[in-house]
């Protein structure tokens, strides 16, 4: 009996130190849209397929905190800089975007399965303290994933509707 005992308490010890890691985990991988809250995004490089240029490093959204959260709150992005809004399944085209809490225009492109741009739009910050007075930008056509960037960036770089973007590794420069 002692055997059984000592074997259920080593067990519930174990599960006990998982679900409060895995709670932490969890805690720390979500992210909030008050101004106070940070949030920590991993990073990688975009580009377009053609030319392998211009290289777009970007925060990945990858979770609902992530998304949420956005660049909501910045006061600048620096010129190739952006975020990656990426879902595990494909999106209805009538879920669009917001610039709620967003202090800098933006550029969108909602993305296929493969990368390629379905839909751009030039995204003004709004205003409001109430969520529902800002325009929704609804690309009309489903999508995987989003890109934003600096507003004008897509136009400086010819980024448009049928443009294919690819994950890019930063090339080493000889020394």
Known sequence: MKLK???LTTV????SGLSTQVY???AQDECGTDAKQTCSYEVTQ???AEHKQPMMQ???ADTFGKRARGLM???QLAQDQGMWFVYPTERPGYSGFWMHNTLIPLDIAYLD???RVVKTFTMQPCTSKNPRNCPSYRPDANYWSALEMSAGYFATHDIKVGTQLQQCQQQESNR
């Open 24 to 26: 932490a985990q969890h």
């Open 73 to 75: 709150h910045r006061e």
């Open 46 to 48: 975009l580009c377009v």
């Open 113 to 115: 399965k493969d990368l």
């Open 5 to 7: 005992s000592t074997l």
């Open 12 to 15: 519930a010890l174990v599960f």
């Open 58 to 60: 970007v925060e990945i």
